[in-house]
């Protein structure tokens, strides 16, 4: 997204902000997640009017962007890799999320044994190299997923079902 928001910046003029959600990348890790907070913290975040800005969401950001344009009005709205209905699939991420945290329980110090571990459920050598992106060596030095699993596990047991953002009646 760095490389895009150059090319908006410089090319087009447009001011360009790039921002994780909660508990995602950079930002920080929260006790909650929700749509509804995700669009609270683009509001926040964003340093002009939301009636100004252009949007583009990626994956869950852009059920997040969805949310947005539902509930404010904004200058356009992009959704990028995302459909708007149901994750047939939260099965799927909940085992990817509790293997993740049977890894952490094991406290390697080698990503090659993360691997192998991750390997024995997941024989999908891409998906399990993807996810290995977010481990951290702890104070320990021991490998550990930098992400709040317990939360994730919750969001997507009580929101990934919604068929996509609706506006409240």
């Not at 921002?19 to 995602?24: I, K, M």
């Not at 999320?97 to 891409?126: G, S, Y």
């Not at 992400?147 to 009580?158: K, V």
Request: hydrophobic residues 45%; neutral net charge; charged residues 20%.
């Amino acid at each position: 997204w760095s490389q895009l928001a150059t090319i908006l910046n410089t090319r087009l003029s447009l001011p360009t902000i790039c921002l994780d959600l909660r508990n995602h990348g950079l930002s920080p890790r929260l006790p909650s997640m929700s749509w509804d907070e995700a669009v609270c913290d683009i509001i926040d975040t964003v340093p002009v009017p939301i009636e100004q800005a252009n949007v583009i969401g990626h994956s869950m950001g852009g059920k997040v962007a969805m949310e947005l344009a539902m509930n404010q009005k904004c200058r356009t709205v992009t959704v990028v890799d995302i459909a708007p209905k149901p994750y047939p699939n939260v099965d799927k991420m909940l085992a990817l999320c509790m293997i993740m945290k049977a890894a952490n329980q094991h406290l390697f110090t080698e990503f090659k044994l993360v691997q192998e571990f991750m390997m024995r459920d997941i024989e999908n050598l891409p998906i399990v190299q993807f996810l290995m992106t977010n481990l951290k060596r702890n104070t320990n030095r021991q490998l550990q997923f930098d992400l709040p699993l317990d939360l994730f596990m919750r969001f997507l047991q009580s929101e990934s079902g919604r068929p996509f953002p609706c506006h409240p009646n």
